[in-house]
T-cell receptor, first 115, second 112 residues
Framework: DGGITQSPKYLFRKEGQNVTLSCEQN?????MYWYRQDPGQGLRLIYY???????QKGDIAEGYSVSREKKESFPLTVTSAQKNPTAFYLC??????????????FGPGTRLTVL | SQKIEQNSEALNIQEGKTATLTCNYT??????LQWYRQDPGRGPVFLLL?????KEKRKERLKVTFDTTLKQSLFHITASQPADSATYLC???????????FGAGTRLFVKA
């Protein structure tokens, strides 16, 4: 059964704590992404990775960090420097289609709440 | 800056009717446009992709148009069903790029 898994589904964190969100895929996709979704806003790109051991900042990378040590895994750490971390976090991977388009496959998401 | 606009107001229609959702964009020349479906508390699911040189694409009850002059895409669901109720996201992308820009989505409610 191929797909993307994220864990946990719900996560609560106290202010000042770092927390890591897990993302695993078995689709053999090279590219992986992390997005943040807030009510009334489009998905905003945090980080993306095109290949193992390489990743790039997205539009809102401040306060977040990632690693890509394996093709299947792309964990996201929300650090205490992120000023407003409460949000729905989505991980995705993509397949590169002929002609230059890529379609993204999303995980089920992790809802992070800072108490 | 690049901007995608989708109607923030929910669309309410009767079962069996055609739902039409709009996606407008500015300051961007996308190579392709995609539509995704998102159910509450879940990740988006890819529905259709249309390229800049295509005017229309169909898949079962779904139809997408892409007008690069108007900078607009229309997404149609014919013979709508209550199970079609969800939020629909528009997304734009560039050739060879790894950054897709997503709209905020339009919520569709189909009443039985």
């Amino acid at each position: 059964d191929g797909g993307i898994t994220q864990s946990p589904k719900y996560l609560f964190r106290k202010e000042g704590q770092n927390v890591t969100l897990s993302c695993e895929q078995n689709l053999n996709h090279d590219a992986m992404y992390w997005y943040r979704q807030d009510p009334g806003q489009g998905l905003r790109l945090i980080y993306y990775s095109q290949i193992v051991n390489d990743f790039q900042k997205g539009d809102i990378a401040e306060g977040y960090s990632v690693s890509r040590e394996k093709k299947e895994s792309f964990p996201l750490t929300v650090t205490s420097a992120q000023k407003n971390p409460t949000a729905f976090y989505l991980c995705a991977s993509s397949i590169y289609l002929a002609g230059g388009a890529d379609t993204q496959y999303f995980g089920p998401g992790t809802r992070l709440t800072v108490l | 800056s690049q901007k995608i606009e989708q109607n923030s107001e929910a669309l309410n229609i009767q079962e069996g009717k055609t739902a039409t959702l709009t996606c407008n964009y500015t300051n961007y020349s996308p190579a392709y446009l995609q539509w995704y479906r998102q159910d509450p508390g879940r990740g988006p699911v890819f529905l259709l992709l249309i390229r800049e040189n295509e005017k229309e694409k169909r898949k079962e009850r779904l139809k997408v148009t892409f007008d690069t002059t108007l900078k607009q895409s229309l997404f149609h669901i014919t013979a709508s069903q209550p199970a079609d109720s969800a939020t629909y996201l528009c997304a734009l992308g560039d050739t060879g790029g790894f950054k897709t820009i997503f709209g905020a989505g339009t919520r569709l409610f189909v009443k039985a």
